[in-house]
Every structure is written in structure tokens, then in C-alpha cells.
């Protein structure tokens, strides 16, 4: 089947099988290998990237559903050599080690500040736990998303 | 502390993972390129009677079947450690092959793999292949595997039992327990884990029929081994044209430094269909076959003076192996375990007995900490166990019996380099408040929270070394470490290093530390690392190990500038000892004129000004470094908790931890360590634990939705502080830090916990539901 999909501001036409999901049409077919597929059951967050503007485990879409969508990739966030604020602070707050779950994390961040804005620390904690990260212990992800939540209302 | 070095450099590797630039190894998508799927044993133990591929064959897209049949001649998965029982037998070490043909010893072993044009179709295909089998009996607990009437793993391998080890003096031991004021005895067990880095296992193997040239991209920790395997033991190819690369690897934590069947596999699989194989393990996958870690049972005894000073510890353990000895399986309950088992005190004698026992389970292997978290949790559990029944405060217990004098020779082996264990106490309960306590426990209570507080004090081992010592342990392989650095005609540098970061910034700290040796911005130094294609020889990270490959950056780095000044000494005309090099300047008391580094550099090259017979032209240095002793970090952790008794769930209410990593390159980069070690250590006291199904031997918990991984919500704020004991064992005083906070925590967390509920033990993990039967007896039955 053929899906039609904005991606990252382009229009794009791929085609799938019916079983194929977001996320391998993402990184086999559009070869955006941002987004990680971390494990198979939606609970790890590697796969989020922002479908219409809202998070979604890309992992538990299927390219089908997504078929005349907007979807946003990590590739898609910085604009002119910029960095997307939420990207700035991860790597000011050394919110990352081995970088695997990080895609997942900062599409995850911004959507909760687009849902709770700028969220305070025990707010960040609660809507991280559906992203795992075996590397940092959430501290300095839990300060870069909240200085990133910051970051961006102080830009808007 | 330099321009760079010791201080919170930002990350040089972020820019590319935080755009989705890294490169790990499922985005390689290589010219015609196919796909492996691996047919699994659902069973855990069983006899396989038939195998029939035909109706895979029929399947779209399926290049090829691959069963063991196809790699006859290929040797078994070897353990890379010797270990010899008490009696002076070699460990017996049961036989596995590549892929399984005639028994199964775990669930998810091996047993054929299909290559298939896509992803899907290998998968499809897979489901496929017929397998029959006569299922055998299980065992699962490691506790039960010697029993008799148990069933047998192994041919020839009696009592499913691979060594009967031990370290220390027995008699020793028993002669001063039998005289102890006190004796206090302890029998605890801990708990399986399942490593979970984020990044599952992948690897695609490319094989050049033409120059006979096998490449093969790899999520590993020591890329550097894997290709002396592959070539030497393997024959896959020839060294020199065997290239491994590890690009960014997402997390490591042990479970990616063995030598796993399914990578072999596919590369002997990639020569046979003479196209690009590729595999990346599913999360189940990677929960039924990545090297588990911990799984021991263990009984320790403990003996004290009247004055609660130790005088001597027993310590008998059980270790689970899985179905067979993985790489370093060995090792890992042996020199990495008994060698610890002095913690941070003065305890005249001690003995070790290890039995290292076969089970119906995935093999166990390095797991954060390996070996050493396990003998921290031993000793630190039976210290407060004995302050509990002398009635001794679990911090003045600890004073009372720390060492104070270095280097201190142990009982078991080690000697330790430096240390001040007295320091990191005290700066520990400053930072949880420990005199505050009894306020905090007694608002808690009138909230109806049972509240405790634990202490816990850790010593590890790093930076394992040297390779002669070793040798005479048992070990297969050199443990030096090496850098190639190259300066470049216009001064900018390369460093070819032999460790390997998944995720621990290799790319900055060494960059930090060559910025400042040379003077030059840390912009012009780029890192190599994890592709044996360019560089020669290394041993990549494991072990919290890169102060070895930092310091043979480090003395690399020193023969460039030896070089340096030879050249300058000719450059301005001076005798070659009064050349000094400082903040990236040759200079000389003989004359005012300077030349910066960058300017050296280009003369090294331009070959112009100096005799090339006696100096030659160019300008790259390397070094091995084998480091003469392990490095002993140190640390002391207190941890506050909070009981809810109606649910019996704990809260990690605040944590403390003081360590002692000596020099530190990067502090921001070493608290993210700790973070990170610290998260998993609680998770094991909490919530991680693997758990088989004893009458099937059926992984239970197989997916996130039942391994209890520690998220973000679970956890408190962390507090660190750091001590610094230089170590001596490396130029450049660094102990490593990257195991300490798994192997501190989870004594500290338990210790908390016991001291909430004012009991003696309890196994880890600490479920709610656990501690609930704990507190109502009556009702839970």
C-alpha cells in the first residue's frame, strides 16, 4: 500500500506492507534513524516522535494509520543549524549518556510542555514513566526537560 | 585541574544524538542487503529429535535456512576464564555449540536461523522451521542444582557442579570464629538481574568474497576482542582482514562484552549467502538471551570481638551459571567476588567458597559491578546484621573497623592502592543528616510511615591489571589498554583509543585531558575509537576501565611531547634539556624566542630544520599501558526510606552518596555515572528481579511489562559528594567510577529497610507485596 505523509515539513510517498509500523517506515524506508525501537511493547519511549503535534510511540502505529499525517521527527527539530530549545538543554544538562533513548525523550519533552506547560520537576518525573533510560537515572533528564519546558515558553 | 581537565566540559558527542545523528548498529542499512532470524527453543530443557526447514524454504523472500549442520567443523562457545576447583581440577565446562542440535539447555537457546530478504519475511519464515523435541526435566534455582535426583545438564558433568572454588585460609577461619565473642550468621541471596541496555543486540556481517575480507558491525564493549576471536578462534578470516566495528553503542553495563552465538552466526551465515547479514534482537530476545547477572545464594558467618572488631569472615556461596559458562561467566563469582569480601575493614581472616553450579536458565555473565556488588552486598548486610546484635550504631560499627593504612594487603589477594573510608563516612552522613534522623523517623511515624535508614560502605576493584597476574588467575588476555595519537601537519590531533564509550563520553574526557597536555583548543582533538580498521589493538570498556586507556593517552601524549622538544632544540638552536613545554609552548631559558605546539607540529612534518637521520619526520606516538595494580574505589552510601505498612510499598525518600574516585576528569560526567548506578542499584533492591518458572524453566519476565525497570518517578533526588584518594596504580591518579553507585546501593537501600521494619533480613527485591506479608502475618496467611 502506498501512505501519504508529511515528514519533517516534506511530502512524502512510501510504500508499506499493511503490517508495517511507523516506526520502520520511518527508519527502513524514509531512512530517519533518529527514533529508536527500544522494545516491543510501547513501555520504552525510543520510538516517540510527534504525530499531528502529539507524542506518539511510533512503534505501536502502523504506517497505515498515519496516512495523510504530519509527523515530526527528532531530525526535524532544529531549524537553520539551531537547536530546538528542549535539544539545547539535554546536552547543557548532560541529560544523556549513551544517546538511545534520547530522540524518544525530547519529543516526549515537548509535548508535555504543549500539555502541561512549563512543568516543574515532580511534573516531569510522573509523565516520564512510559521512557525508560538505563543510563542516567532520570536526574539530569527530569532538569533538561524542565529547563527545556522553560526554554521554550521564555522563546514563545 | 587543567584549561579542560577535572572540570564539567560539556559533552563534544551530544550534537549528533540529540539531532538523531548516531550512528548505532540497526541504522547500518548495507547494498543488498538481508536479514536474520533466529528459531528459538520454547523449551528450557529438552532432547531435539527432528528439525525440518523445507516448509521455511517455501517461504517469500528466504535466501537460506542455517542449521548446525552448516557449521560443522566450527568449535564451541568457549569461556574465556580457567578456574580450578579446591582440589586442583580444572572448572568442567559444558559444551556449546553455535546453534543447538542434539539437546537445549534454556529457553531461547539457539537452534537454526533463517536469512531472509526482509525484516518480516526472516521472521515469518522462522515460525516456520519444524523442530521436534522431547522435553527433559528442569532445574531452575541454583540452591537446587547439586541435589541429588536433579536432573543432569551436562554429560559428564556431575551434580550440574562446573568448579568447587575457594580463596583464603579455612582453618584460619574457623579457628578464630570458634573464639569469637560474638558470631552472627546470614544466609541471603541475590537476586537475578536482567542488564536491559536500551539498545538491543545487532550486529550485520559483511563478507568481500574478493579480497576475502569480513567486516562486521557490532553493538559491543571490546570490539578489539571480538576480532581476535572471530579470526583466531573462529577462522571466519584472516586478523588483517577481519574488521569489527562498533560505532555508538547504546549501553553496555557487561551484557555486551561476552561472545554471544547469534553474532558468530550471522557472520559465518553472511560468508555462506555471500550478502550482507543482518540481525537486531527484539526486546524478548534480548530478555531470554543477553548474559543475565548476579543469581548467588549465599551463607556467610561473621565473627567479632567483645569490642565489635571483626575477626574473621566465612563466606559460602552458591553461583548460577545458566545452561552454560559464558565468556567471563567464570570469573565473575570467583577473583571478582571472593577478592572483595574485606569491604573497607580490617578482618584478619577470611575464607571463600564458591560453587559455580549448571541450571535450565540463560548464562549469566558480567552485569554492572560483576561479582563485586554481590560481595559488597554480602559483607555490608552481615555488618549490620552484627550492629543489630551488639547493639552498635551501623555507623560506628563501620569507624571501629576500617581500614586507616595503604597500600593494605587483604586476606583475599588484593592489595589495595589508597583510600580514606573514614573521610567518605563522614562526608556521607553530613550530607543525609544522620544525626537528624531520629526526628525525621519519629514525623514519619506520627504520618503512620515506618521510616529507616541504611548505611552502606562499598570497595570495588577497577582497572583490572596487570596482565602477568592475571594470567596466573586464569585469565586469557592481556589487559593492557592503548592509544595511537597522531598530530596532524597543521596541529590538529587524532586519538586512536582502545577503550570504547556506550555512553560514558570517551569523545570529551580524553579530549579534555589531551587539550590541556598540549595546549591546543579542545575543538582540534577528534577520538577514534570502536572500528579495529583503524585502530591496531585495544581492550575496550568493561570493569569501570578507562583510566587504563587514559593513561596510555596520557603517555602517548608525553612521548609526542619528548619528541617536541628534541625538535625545538633544533628549532631555536638550544640544547635539548633546557627545552621546557608549558600551556602549549616550547620554550627555553637560552633564548626568547617560543614556538607554540601547532607550529612543532608543522615542523615535525616539513622535516626542514632538523637532522631527519637522527629525529624522524612525522609526529604520531603510541603506548600500552598494563597498569600494575587494580585501582580501589570507594564510597560510603546512606539511604532513607519510607514504608507505607497498609500497601508495603518503599520509597527511596533520599539518597547520599560520598565516593572516592581519586583524579576525576569530568565531575558532571562522573555524577551522571553515579546517577546512573545508583538508579540500578535500587532497582535491584526494589524491583528488578528475573524470574523463571521453577516447574518449566519459562522466563516470566520477558517484556517491560513485567521486569520492574526503575522510571523516573520512582526516585529521588540524589545527593553526591566526592572524597579524592589519588590512586597510584596510573599516572594520572583516576580510580573509575562507572560500576560504584550498583554496587553501593543495594546494601544501603536493604540496610534502610531493615532498620524501618527492625528486622534482620530481608531478599531483595523489596516488592510491596513482600514487605506487606512481612508486617501482617496473620493476614497474609
Avoid at chain 1, 22 to 42: F, K, Q, V
Avoid at chain 2, 710 to 719: S, Y
Avoid at chain 2, 720 to 742: D, H, I, R, T, V
Wanted: net charge negative.
Amino acid at each position: 500500500m502506498t501512505v501519504a505523509l508529511r515528514v519533517n515539513g516534506e511530502d512524502v510517498r512510501i510504500d508499506v506492507t499493511d503490517r508495517t509500523l511507523l516506526i520502520h517506515a520511518l527508519r527502513d524506508h524514509l531512512r530517519l534513524t533518529g527514533a529508536h525501537m527500544g522494545c516491543d511493547t510501547s513501555q520504552c519511549g525510543a520510538c516517540t516522535v510527534l504525530v499531528d503535534g502529539v507524542a506518539v510511540k511510533s512503534c505501536a502505529m502502523l504506517a497505515g494509520q498515519a496516512d495523510g499525517c504530519e509527523v515530526v521527527t527528532i531530525e526535524g527539530l532544529a531549524r537553520d543549524g539551531a537547536l530546538h530549545p528542549m535539544q539545547a538543554a539535554f546536552a547543557e544538562h548532560h541529560g544523556l549518556q549513551c544517546g538511545f533513548c534520547t530522540p524518544g525523550m525530547i519529543m516526549l519533552g515537548i509535548d508535555l510542555v504543549r500539555r502541561r506547560g512549563a512543568a516543574d520537576e515532580a511534573t516531569v518525573r510522573s509523565e516520564l514513566a512510559g521512557n525508560l533510560c538505563r543510563c542516567t537515572g532520570y536526574q539530569n533528564i527530569v532538569k533538561a526537560i524542565a529547563a527545556g519546558a522553560r526554554d521554550m515558553a521564555g522563546a514563545a | 585541574m587543567g584549561r579542560n581537565f577535572g572540570r564539567p566540559v560539556r559533552r563534544l558527542e551530544d550534537g549528533r544524538f540529540i539531532q538523531g545523528n548516531g550512528r548505532f548498529v540497526d541504522d547500518v542499512i548495507l547494498p543488498r542487503q538481508t536479514y536474520a532470524a533466529f528459531v528459538r527453543s520454547p523449551y528450557a530443557h529438552a532432547r531435539i529429535t527432528g528439525l525440518d526447514a523445507a516448509p521455511a524454504l517455501q517461504m517469500p523472500g528466504v535466501v537460506r535456512v542455517m542449521t548446525a549442520a552448516d557449521l560443522a567443523g566450527a568449535p564451541d562457545m568457549p569461556c574465556g576464564w580457567m578456574i580450578h576447583s579446591r582440589d586442583g581440577a580444572e572448572m568442567k565446562v559444558g559444551s556449546r555449540p553455535l546453534l543447538a542440535s542434539d539437546t537445549v539447555r534454556y529457553v531461547g537457546e539457539p537452534v537454526a536461523v533463517v536469512v531472509a530478504e526482509s525484516r518480516d519475511q526472516a521472521r515469518d519464515a522462522a515460525e516456520a522451521v519444524a523442530v521436534d523435541y522431547d522435553e527433559l526435566p528442569v532445574v531452575v534455582d541454583c540452591g537446587d542444582a547439586m541435589a541429588p535426583g536433579m536432573p543432569q545438564l551436562h554429560p559428564a558433568i556431575s551434580d550440574n557442579l562446573a568448579y568447587d572454588w575457594e580463596l583464603g585460609d579455612e582453618a584460619a577461619v574457623d579457628a578464630a570464629l570458634a573464639v569469637a565473642a560474638h558470631r552472627v550468621e546470614l544466609t541471603l541471596r541475590n537476586n537475578r538481574l536482567i542488564p536491559n541496555a536500551m539498545e538491543p543486540r545487532a550486529c550485520n556481517a559483511d563478507w568481500d568474497a574478493q579480497d576475502e575480507k569480513l567486516t562486521v558491525w557490532m553493538t559491543h564493549q571490546n570490539p578489539f576482542g571480538m576480532r581476535t576471536l572471530y579470526s583466531a578462534y573462529y577462522g571466519l578470516a584472516a586478523e588483517h582482514s577481519l574488521r569489527i566495528v562498533s560505532p555508538d553503542v547504546g549501553g553496555g553495563f557487561g551484557a555486551k562484552a561476552p561472545n554471544y552465538p547469534e553474532e558468530v552466526v550471522v557472520a559465518f551465515a553472511a560468508k555462506l549467502v555471500r550478502r550482507p547479514v543482518k540481525w537486531t534482537a527484539d526486546r524478548t530476545e534480548a530478555f531470554l538471551t543477553d548474559a543475565h547477572g548476579r543469581d548467588h545464594l549465599t551463607t556467610a558467618t561473621l565473627g567479632l570481638d567483645a569490642e565489635g572488631r571483626f575477626l574473621a569472615l566465612k563466606v559460602d556461596t552458591i553461583a548460577n551459571m545458566g545452561g552454560y559458562l559464558s565468556t567471563t561467566g567464570s570469573l565473575i563469582p570467583t577473583y571478582m567476588y571472593g577478592t572483595m569480601l574485606s569491604g573497607q575493614y580490617v578482618i584478619p581472616a577470611i575464607h571463600c567458597r564458591t560453587r559455580a553450579v549448571y541450571t535450565n536458565t540463560c548464562p549469566v555473565d558480567a552485569y554492572r559491578g560483576a561479582g563485586r556488588p554481590e560481595a559488597a552486598y554480602v559483607v555490608e548486610r552481615i555488618v549490620n546484621v552484627a550492629a543489630r546484635a551488639i547493639g552498635v550504631d551501623q555507623a560506628e560499627i563501620r569507624r571501629r573497623n576500617f581500614i586507616r593504612d595503604f597500600p593494605y594487603q587483604t586476606p583475599v589477594l588484593f592489595e589495595y592502592d589508597s583510600g580514606d573510608y573514614e573521610g567518605s563516612l563522614n562526608q556521607a552522613l553530613a550530607l543525609s543528616d544522620y544525626a537528624g534522623f531520629p526526628a525525621r523517623k519519629a514525623e514519619a511515624a506520627a504520618r503512620g510511615k515506618l521510616r529507616g535508614i541504611g548505611v552502606a560502605a562499598y570497595v570495588e576493584a577497577c582497572g583490572i591489571g596487570p596482565s602477568a597476574i592475571l594470567a596466573k588467575l586464569g585469565g586469557g588476555a592481556g589487559m593492557w589498554d592503548s592509544a595511537e595519537v597522531r598530530v596532524n601537519p597543521v596541529g590538529t590531533v587524532e586519538v586512536l583509543s582502545g577503550a570504547h564509550s556506550h555512553g560514558q563520553g570517551h569523545a570529551t574526557t580524553l579530549a579534555q585531558l589531551v587539550a590541556d597536555r598540549f595546549g591546543v583548543p579542545i575543538e582540534s582533538i577528534r577520538i577514534v575509537q570502536g572500528d579495529t580498521d583503524r585502530i591496531q589493538a585495544g581492550t575496550g570498556t568493561y570493569g569501570s576501565r578507562a583510566s587504563v586507556g587514559m593513561s596510555a593517552t596520557f603517555n602517548a601524549c608525553e612521548k609526542i611531547i619528548a619528541k617536541g622538544r628534541r625538535i625545538c632544540a633544533h628549532l631555536l638552536q638550544v640544547p635539548e634539556d633546557s627545552v621546557r613545554f608549558a600551556d602549549g609552548v616550547f620554550a627555553s631559558a637560552a633564548t626568547n624566542k617560543t614556538i607554540p605546539f601547532g607550529e612543532m607540529a608543522a615542523a615535525a612534518h616539513a622535516a626542514n630544520a632538523f637532522p631527519t637521520r637522527e629525529i624522524e619526520p612525522g609526529l604520531v606516538e603510541s603506548s600500552f599501558f598494563d597498569p600494575p595494580n587494580f585501582t580501589y574505589p570507594s564510597g560510603v552510601y546512606v539511604a532513607e526510606v519510607e514504608i507505607d505498612p497498609l500497601t508495603g510499598v518503599t520509597e527511596v525518600a533520599a539518597f547520599s552518596a560520598a565516593d572516592d574516585f581519586g583524579i576525576i576528569a569530568n565531575p558532571m560526567i562522573v555524577e551522571g555515572q553515579i546517577h546512573g548506578g545508583l538508579t540500578q542499584g535500587i532497582g535491584q533492591a526494589l524491583w528488578e528481579e528475573c524470574r523463571y518458572d521453577p516447574d518449566t524453566a519459562q522466563l516470566i519476565t520477558a517484556s517491560y511489562l513485567d521486569y520492574g525497570m526503575p522510571r523516573a518517578d520512582g526516585l529521588p533526588e540524589f545527593r553526591l559528594a566526592f572524597g579524592c584518594a589519588p590512586s597510584p596504580s596510573n599516572p594520572l591518579g583516576m580510580k573509575g567510577c562507572g560500576e560504584a553507585g550498583a554496587i553501593g546501593s543495594p546494601p544501603a537501600v536493604i540496610n534502610a529497610i531493615c532498620d524501618a521494619l527492625a528486622i534482620d533480613h530481608l531478599d531483595m527485591p523489596a516488592r510491596p507485596e513482600k514487605v506487606w506479608r512481612l508486617l501482617h502475618p496473620k493476614a497474609a496467611g
